[in-house]
């Protein structure tokens, strides 16, 4: 009989993933009790239990018309790149992605859960992957140009955050203009180890530099990128004229696009710990009081969290009724 051979070749990998992933949990342990430790967390809990009911209520349909908003610029760069598909799939892929944004150990995980989701109903599968990439770095550029208002209306103290957003805004155009560069490098690298991925990557580059590169897209996508990033950070404006503090929504304005920005840098799980230091740091340079900056980063996370039971729960749904199968492209 032939010995069966030992998975050992993929242990080292496996074994760093979950290094990398410990390391990032010690990371969010550590932060989460570090502003535990410097914020007055009774001041922070008695400014959430003081909101109204309507606040409550703009908070919740906002968080819902947030993804909702997502699936549609998604659809249309979808149609940018080539393909058909119905609005309610992109909506479930959305909600979906968003739990694993809350299990994974880096944010962009649910970009790739939700490509991959996507590209299974499309007779090219590739249009998936280009529209995220295309439609995730146009909403990075618009979320960091929102900022500059708020920079603006803000005390001299955030002139570091202005040069911050300056250099992140830059970085943000320079990979949108040549997004498909680091496919197009990668599929001449793997064409002879790998043709299929070689072959992917290159239509992959070939959206980007193409169809998803013309002005109409790209003003479209922007129009569609401001639309979702002021409904995000309306969630967190509601709150402060809820405190009677109207003129913290510049701050809002100003100061969360850079921590959100930042957030997305996989060092910690979901970003928590780094997201409730960084509005705690940077809203604090406006003024805010950090027990107020770590109950809007409350509200932050308590509306990523039901994005994320909305999610699991279309999962669970998807898991006992597997026979009714998502409509594919039309």
């Not at 069966?4 to 979950?18: C, E, I, K, L, T």
Request: glycine letters at 8%; one cysteine or more; proline letters at 5%.
């Amino acid at each position: 009989m032939d010995a069966q051979p030992a998975p050992v070749a993929d242990s080292p990998g496996r074994g760093v993933r979950w290094l990398k992933s410990i390391l990032k949990l010690v990371v969010s342990a550590l932060l989460v009790a570090g502003i535990l430790w410097k914020v007055p967390v009774k001041g922070a809990l008695s400014a959430l239990s003081a909101l109204s009911v309507w606040t409550v209520l703009a908070i919740v349909v906002l968080t819902f018309l947030f993804p909702v908003i997502a699936a549609l610029r998604w659809k249309r760069a979808l149609g940018y790149a080539g393909a058909r598909q119905a609005w309610w799939p992109l909506l479930v892929d959305t909600l979906v992605s968003c739990t694993y944004n809350m299990l994974l150990p880096t944010q962009l995980g649910g970009d790739v859960v939700r490509a991959l989701r996507c590209a299974k109903r499309l007779p090219e599968g590739h249009h998936a992957w280009s529209s995220m990439i295309f439609e995730r770095l146009m909403g990075v550029v618009a979320l960091v140009l929102l900022a500059v208002p708020g920079l603006l209306m803000g005390p001299a103290a955030v002139r570091e955050i202005g040069v911050a957003v300056g250099i992140i805004a830059l970085l943000s155009v320079l990979l949108v203009v040549f997004a498909h560069t680091p496919f197009r490098l990668g599929a001449r690298m793997l064409v002879s180890r790998a043709p299929s991925i070689a072959g992917a990557g290159e239509r992959i580059a070939a959206d980007l530099a193409g169809p998803l590169a013309t002005t109409r897209a790209r003003v479209e996508m922007m129009a569609w990128s401001s639309l979702y990033q002021i409904v995000g950070l309306g969630i967190l404006v509601v709150v402060v004229w809820d405190w009677g503090m109207p003129s913290m929504a510049w701050a809002v304005l100003g100061a969360i696009p850079l921590a959100l920005v930042l957030t997305l840098l996989p060092v910690s799980i979901a970003g928590i710990g780094v997201r409730e230091s960084l509005f705690v740091v940077l809203l604090g340079r406006f003024g805010m009081s950090s027990d107020r900056a770590l109950s809007l980063a409350v509200v932050w996370l308590a509306s990523a969290l039901l994005t994320a039971l909305a999610g699991s729960a279309l999962m669970a749904l998807e898991s006992i009724r597997p026979s009714r199968a998502l409509p594919r492209a039309r």
